[in-house]
């Protein structure tokens, strides 16, 4: 990652409420993640819960990169 890249992320986590709003839910669900994935064995509800955690990360992080882009053009 670039340094004008990461620049403009953690002037968006001050700056924009949304953004930062999102990186702090993506910041929960890694952080779920890695717990899950500490543990030897998975049950089948931490299974489900590990997908969808992971596809709501995924989504936060699309709708992190939208704000992004907006912001690049400007």
Known sequence: MT???QELKN???VADEE???LA???SQYE???EQLSNRP???D???VEEINLKKRKLSLKDQMEKILQR???A
């Open 41 to 43: 064995y998975l049950t």
């Open 3 to 5: 340094t004008d890249l």
């Open 11 to 13: 002037r968006l986590i």
């Open 24 to 26: 702090r839910e993506h």
């Open 45 to 47: 509800s931490e299974k």
């Open 31 to 33: 952080r779920q993640l």
């Open 19 to 21: 953004y930062s709003r």
């Open 71 to 73: 912001y690049k053009k």
